[in-house]
């Protein structure tokens, strides 16, 4: 269809290539026995880039500059980085000069293809009577989800998600008899401020504490806050504490942080995010202005 609508413009001129154009829709497969969930459906999603160049140099040209990208592990920090300039030696996150390149298991959610004129010249899109040389990209955008859940989840019994499709960024899980306590509308507003892939409010006080855990566990949210015993026996000290668990690739449980105040957990927040307790970000919330409030509720 990329072809035909290239065929069908009025002649271009030079300086337009390399023409781009992005097709996202449903694709079908015919597969004859569907299996491993999502990841060999007979239908799924898929987002292709076609671009068009005027020669066979411009379009080798165009595939480089579209492929360049590269990933390097940090062996400081352990993280993966993804660079657009392959000559990039340091680590964004920690500034360390250890990167290097590594081979790693994956699973396949993309292609890239050089195409060459096999389809412009059957369909006739050319330029100044040439065929244009072709190039395609594509990421099978369905099937992120379940090459995620394969490559960081264990085990069936929890998801492991990372940020940018967790449903939440985070679960708030409020005792019953703290639900009308000024500190839930403190801790939601401290992770809202960070936190901005939405904060699950979890009111089903006829659910024990233990096990909505375990569902926001399983659900892979990232950041678990608790507000039930620990907190409603702080309230005394006007130094009201949390608990905070994160959930990690490969674990099946959480990991448990303790008790730690509003102040303590942004701290924690803004190193996990960023690793740095700032992050380049203005942490100053002065939850002393509400502090007073917490003995009347």
Do not use: W
Not at 20 to 43: A, C, T, V
Not at 160 to 171: G, Q, T, V
């Amino acid at each position: 269809m990329c072809t035909e609508l290239i065929a069908s413009l009025p002649p271009l001129k030079k300086s337009q290539f390399p023409v781009m154009i992005y097709q996202i829709g449903d694709k079908f497969r015919d597969e004859m026995n569907p299996r491993f969930g999502l990841m060999r459906s007979r239908q799924f999603l898929m987002k292709d880039m076609y671009t068009f160049s005027t020669d066979q140099e411009a379009s080798r040209e165009t595939y480089r500059t579209i492929c360049r990208d590269s990933v390097n592990l940090c062996d400081s920090c352990g993280t993966f980085n993804k660079s657009e300039d392959v000559t990039l030696k340091t680590c964004p996150n920690c500034d360390s000069a250890h990167q290097k390149s590594q081979k790693v298991s994956s699973v396949e959610i993309g292609h890239t293809f050089h195409l060459g004129t096999k389809y412009s010249e059957a369909i006739g899109a050319k330029f100044q009577g040439k065929p244009l040389d072709m190039c395609c990209f594509g990421i099978g955008v369905s099937r992120l989800l379940p090459a995620t859940v394969d490559l960081l989840s264990s085990s069936e019994k929890a998801l492991r998600l990372p940020r940018a499709i967790a449903p939440f960024d985070a679960a708030i899980i409020v005792k019953k008899s703290l639900m009308s306590n000024v500190i839930v509308e403190m801790t939601s507003s401290s992770a809202s401020r960070y936190l901005k892939g939405g904060i699950l409010l979890d009111d089903r006080i006829e659910m024990s504490a233990g096990r909505r855990i375990h569902e926001a566990n399983r659900l892979g949210i990232p950041f678990i806050i608790v507000l039930a015993n620990v907190t409603e026996r702080s309230l005394v000290t006007q130094k009201p504490v949390i608990e905070v668990f994160t959930t990690h690739p490969k674990s099946e449980e959480p990991c448990d942080h303790g008790p730690m105040t509003l102040d303590r957990f942004v701290s924690f927040v803004q190193s996990s995010l960023y690793g740095t307790p700032n992050g380049g970000i203005d942490g100053n919330f002065d939850h002393s202005l509400v502090l007073d409030e917490l003995g009347s509720h």
